[in-house]
């Protein structure tokens, strides 16, 4: 059994408009780009930000991380 300490649900819990990456559903890479639009039961509605258009599906807490911002223009 997992026990999730307050620390550890609080890091995962993403408020609207937390700039998020997405997993990629078909080759699980993450990718950027998207915001927290809303929470929902089940996970996150999340808005793409090049067009601010609402994604159609939920998408749960293991599909959303927290964008990691890259230190180097080349990375």
């Known amino acids: 059994m997992t026990v ?6 609080s890091e ?3 408020t609207e ?3 998020v990456e997405v997993r990629n559903r078909f080759d ?11 929470v929902v039961d089940g996970g996150y ?3 793409r930000s090049s067009d ?3 994604l159609p ?8 991380r927290r ?5 180097q223009w080349w990375y």
Not at 4 to 9: A, D, I, Q
Not at 57 to 64: I, L, P, R
Not at 67 to 71: A, K, L, Q
């Open 45 to 47: 509605r999340l808005r």
């Open 57 to 64: 599906s939920v998408f749960t807490t293991d599909e959303v």
């Open 28 to 38: 699980s890479r993450w990718t950027r780009g998207f915001v927290v639009d809303a």
């Open 67 to 71: 964008e990691h911002r890259r230190g």
């Open 17 to 19: 408009g937390t700039p």
């Open 4 to 9: 999730v300490t307050m620390v550890e649900h």
């Open 12 to 14: 995962r819990v993403l």
């Open 52 to 54: 601010e258009q609402l």
